[in-house]
């Protein structure tokens, strides 16, 4: 039960030793440590300016300060998103700080106090986060084509259950708090049987990562779990051993895109740079092999509207603690 084994432990990420990634594919995705069962991690801020001083890399010649919440676990994302922070790091000529954390809320306060500069996010968080503080959206990936993803509700091939409402009494995951794919969706199906997610499920966890609750249904920790159709997908085309125990028993309607954004405040020469990179990054031979080698299309500008359905979500289950 390795996977457990990790869930428990608390883990420290510091925010000065990791010096790359990106968030492309698998944003999202994902999103208070409710459940007793997972540890909070610990983020060390030893070294770190005072969050009170707002900050502007570009007037500063200082870092550019990503961040992203950890949908996946931290190894996946540095395996993968290396020569793309390095590709943006030559573009914008500044080095570029990657910041991990563990939860959306997180996340969204940061780019809130503007102690980082770029944040790659679900989109349950970004609309979260539109109701407290003037954030921007970026840019959204296209992925096959398409701007919108899914939920999947997953279980073990071997499972009895067929449908989501077989997963009444028994065991299920999902990841952060905001998260539409990783939470919402289930808490509106579970609320659709005229239920709360405690009286359907016997026993809820939060594993904060969407590959975390992919892994926790296929070693049996949970029977089920909600996640983010495009980290599935994508670790099914890149690692295939990895969901090779899972079935797919409901698929949601089409939600907008993750976007990478910005809070609105920051230099607008930054921003205008930024968006220019991810908007051209098809156009040349590197950037294109990059997103190939991520699965996405190109980037795009995104709009508002995209995500109607999921604050029509998120305002429905605000005032849930489950």
């Avoid at 005229?194 to 049996?220: C, K, M, N, W």
Wanted: aromatic residues 10%.
């Amino acid at each position: 039960m390795e996977l457990w084994t990790e869930l428990m432990k608390p883990r420290v990420i510091s925010v000065h030793k990791i010096a790359a990634v990106f968030f492309a594919l698998l944003f999202l995705a994902n999103c208070e440590e409710h459940s007793q069962k997972i540890e909070p991690v610990v983020v060390d801020f030893s070294k770190t300016t005072p969050i009170s001083a707002f900050r502007d890399s570009a007037k500063t010649g200082g870092h550019l300060r990503l961040a992203i919440a950890a949908m996946t676990s931290p190894n996946e994302t540095l395996v993968h998103y290396d020569k793309l922070v390095k590709y943006i790091s030559q573009k914008t000529n500044h080095p570029i700080k990657f910041e991990q954390y563990k939860t959306y809320e997180e996340v969204n306060s940061l780019i809130e106090l503007m102690q980082i500069d770029v944040a790659f996010i679900c989109s349950g968080a970004y609309v979260e986060a539109k109701k407290k503080f003037p954030v921007e959206i970026l840019a959204v990936p296209v992925v096959r084509g398409k701007l919108t993803y899914n939920a999947y509700i997953i279980v073990h091939k071997d499972s009895p259950v067929q449908k989501f409402e077989d997963l009444r009494g028994r065991s299920f995951a999902f990841t952060d708090p905001l998260s539409n794919t990783g939470r919402s969706y289930a808490l509106k199906r579970v609320s659709q049987m005229g239920q709360t997610p405690d009286e359907f499920f016997s026993r809820l966890i939060y594993t904060h990562a969407h590959d975390y609750s992919i892994q926790a249904v296929a070693q049996g920790i949970v029977e089920g779990a909600t996640v983010h159709s495009l980290i599935f997908d994508y670790m099914k085309k890149q690692n295939p051993e990895k969901v090779k125990e899972l079935r797919i028993i409901e698929v949601s309607e089409d939600f907008g895109m993750p976007p990478v954004v910005v809070h609105s405040r920051l230099d607008a020469k930054v921003k205008h740079n930024l968006r220019t990179i991810f908007l051209n990054l098809h156009k040349h031979p590197k950037g294109k092999k990059i997103l190939d080698q991520l699965l996405i299309d190109k980037f795009v500008s995104g709009e508002n509207v995209d995500y109607a359905s999921i604050q029509k979500n998120l305002e429905m289950y605000a005032n849930d603690t489950y």
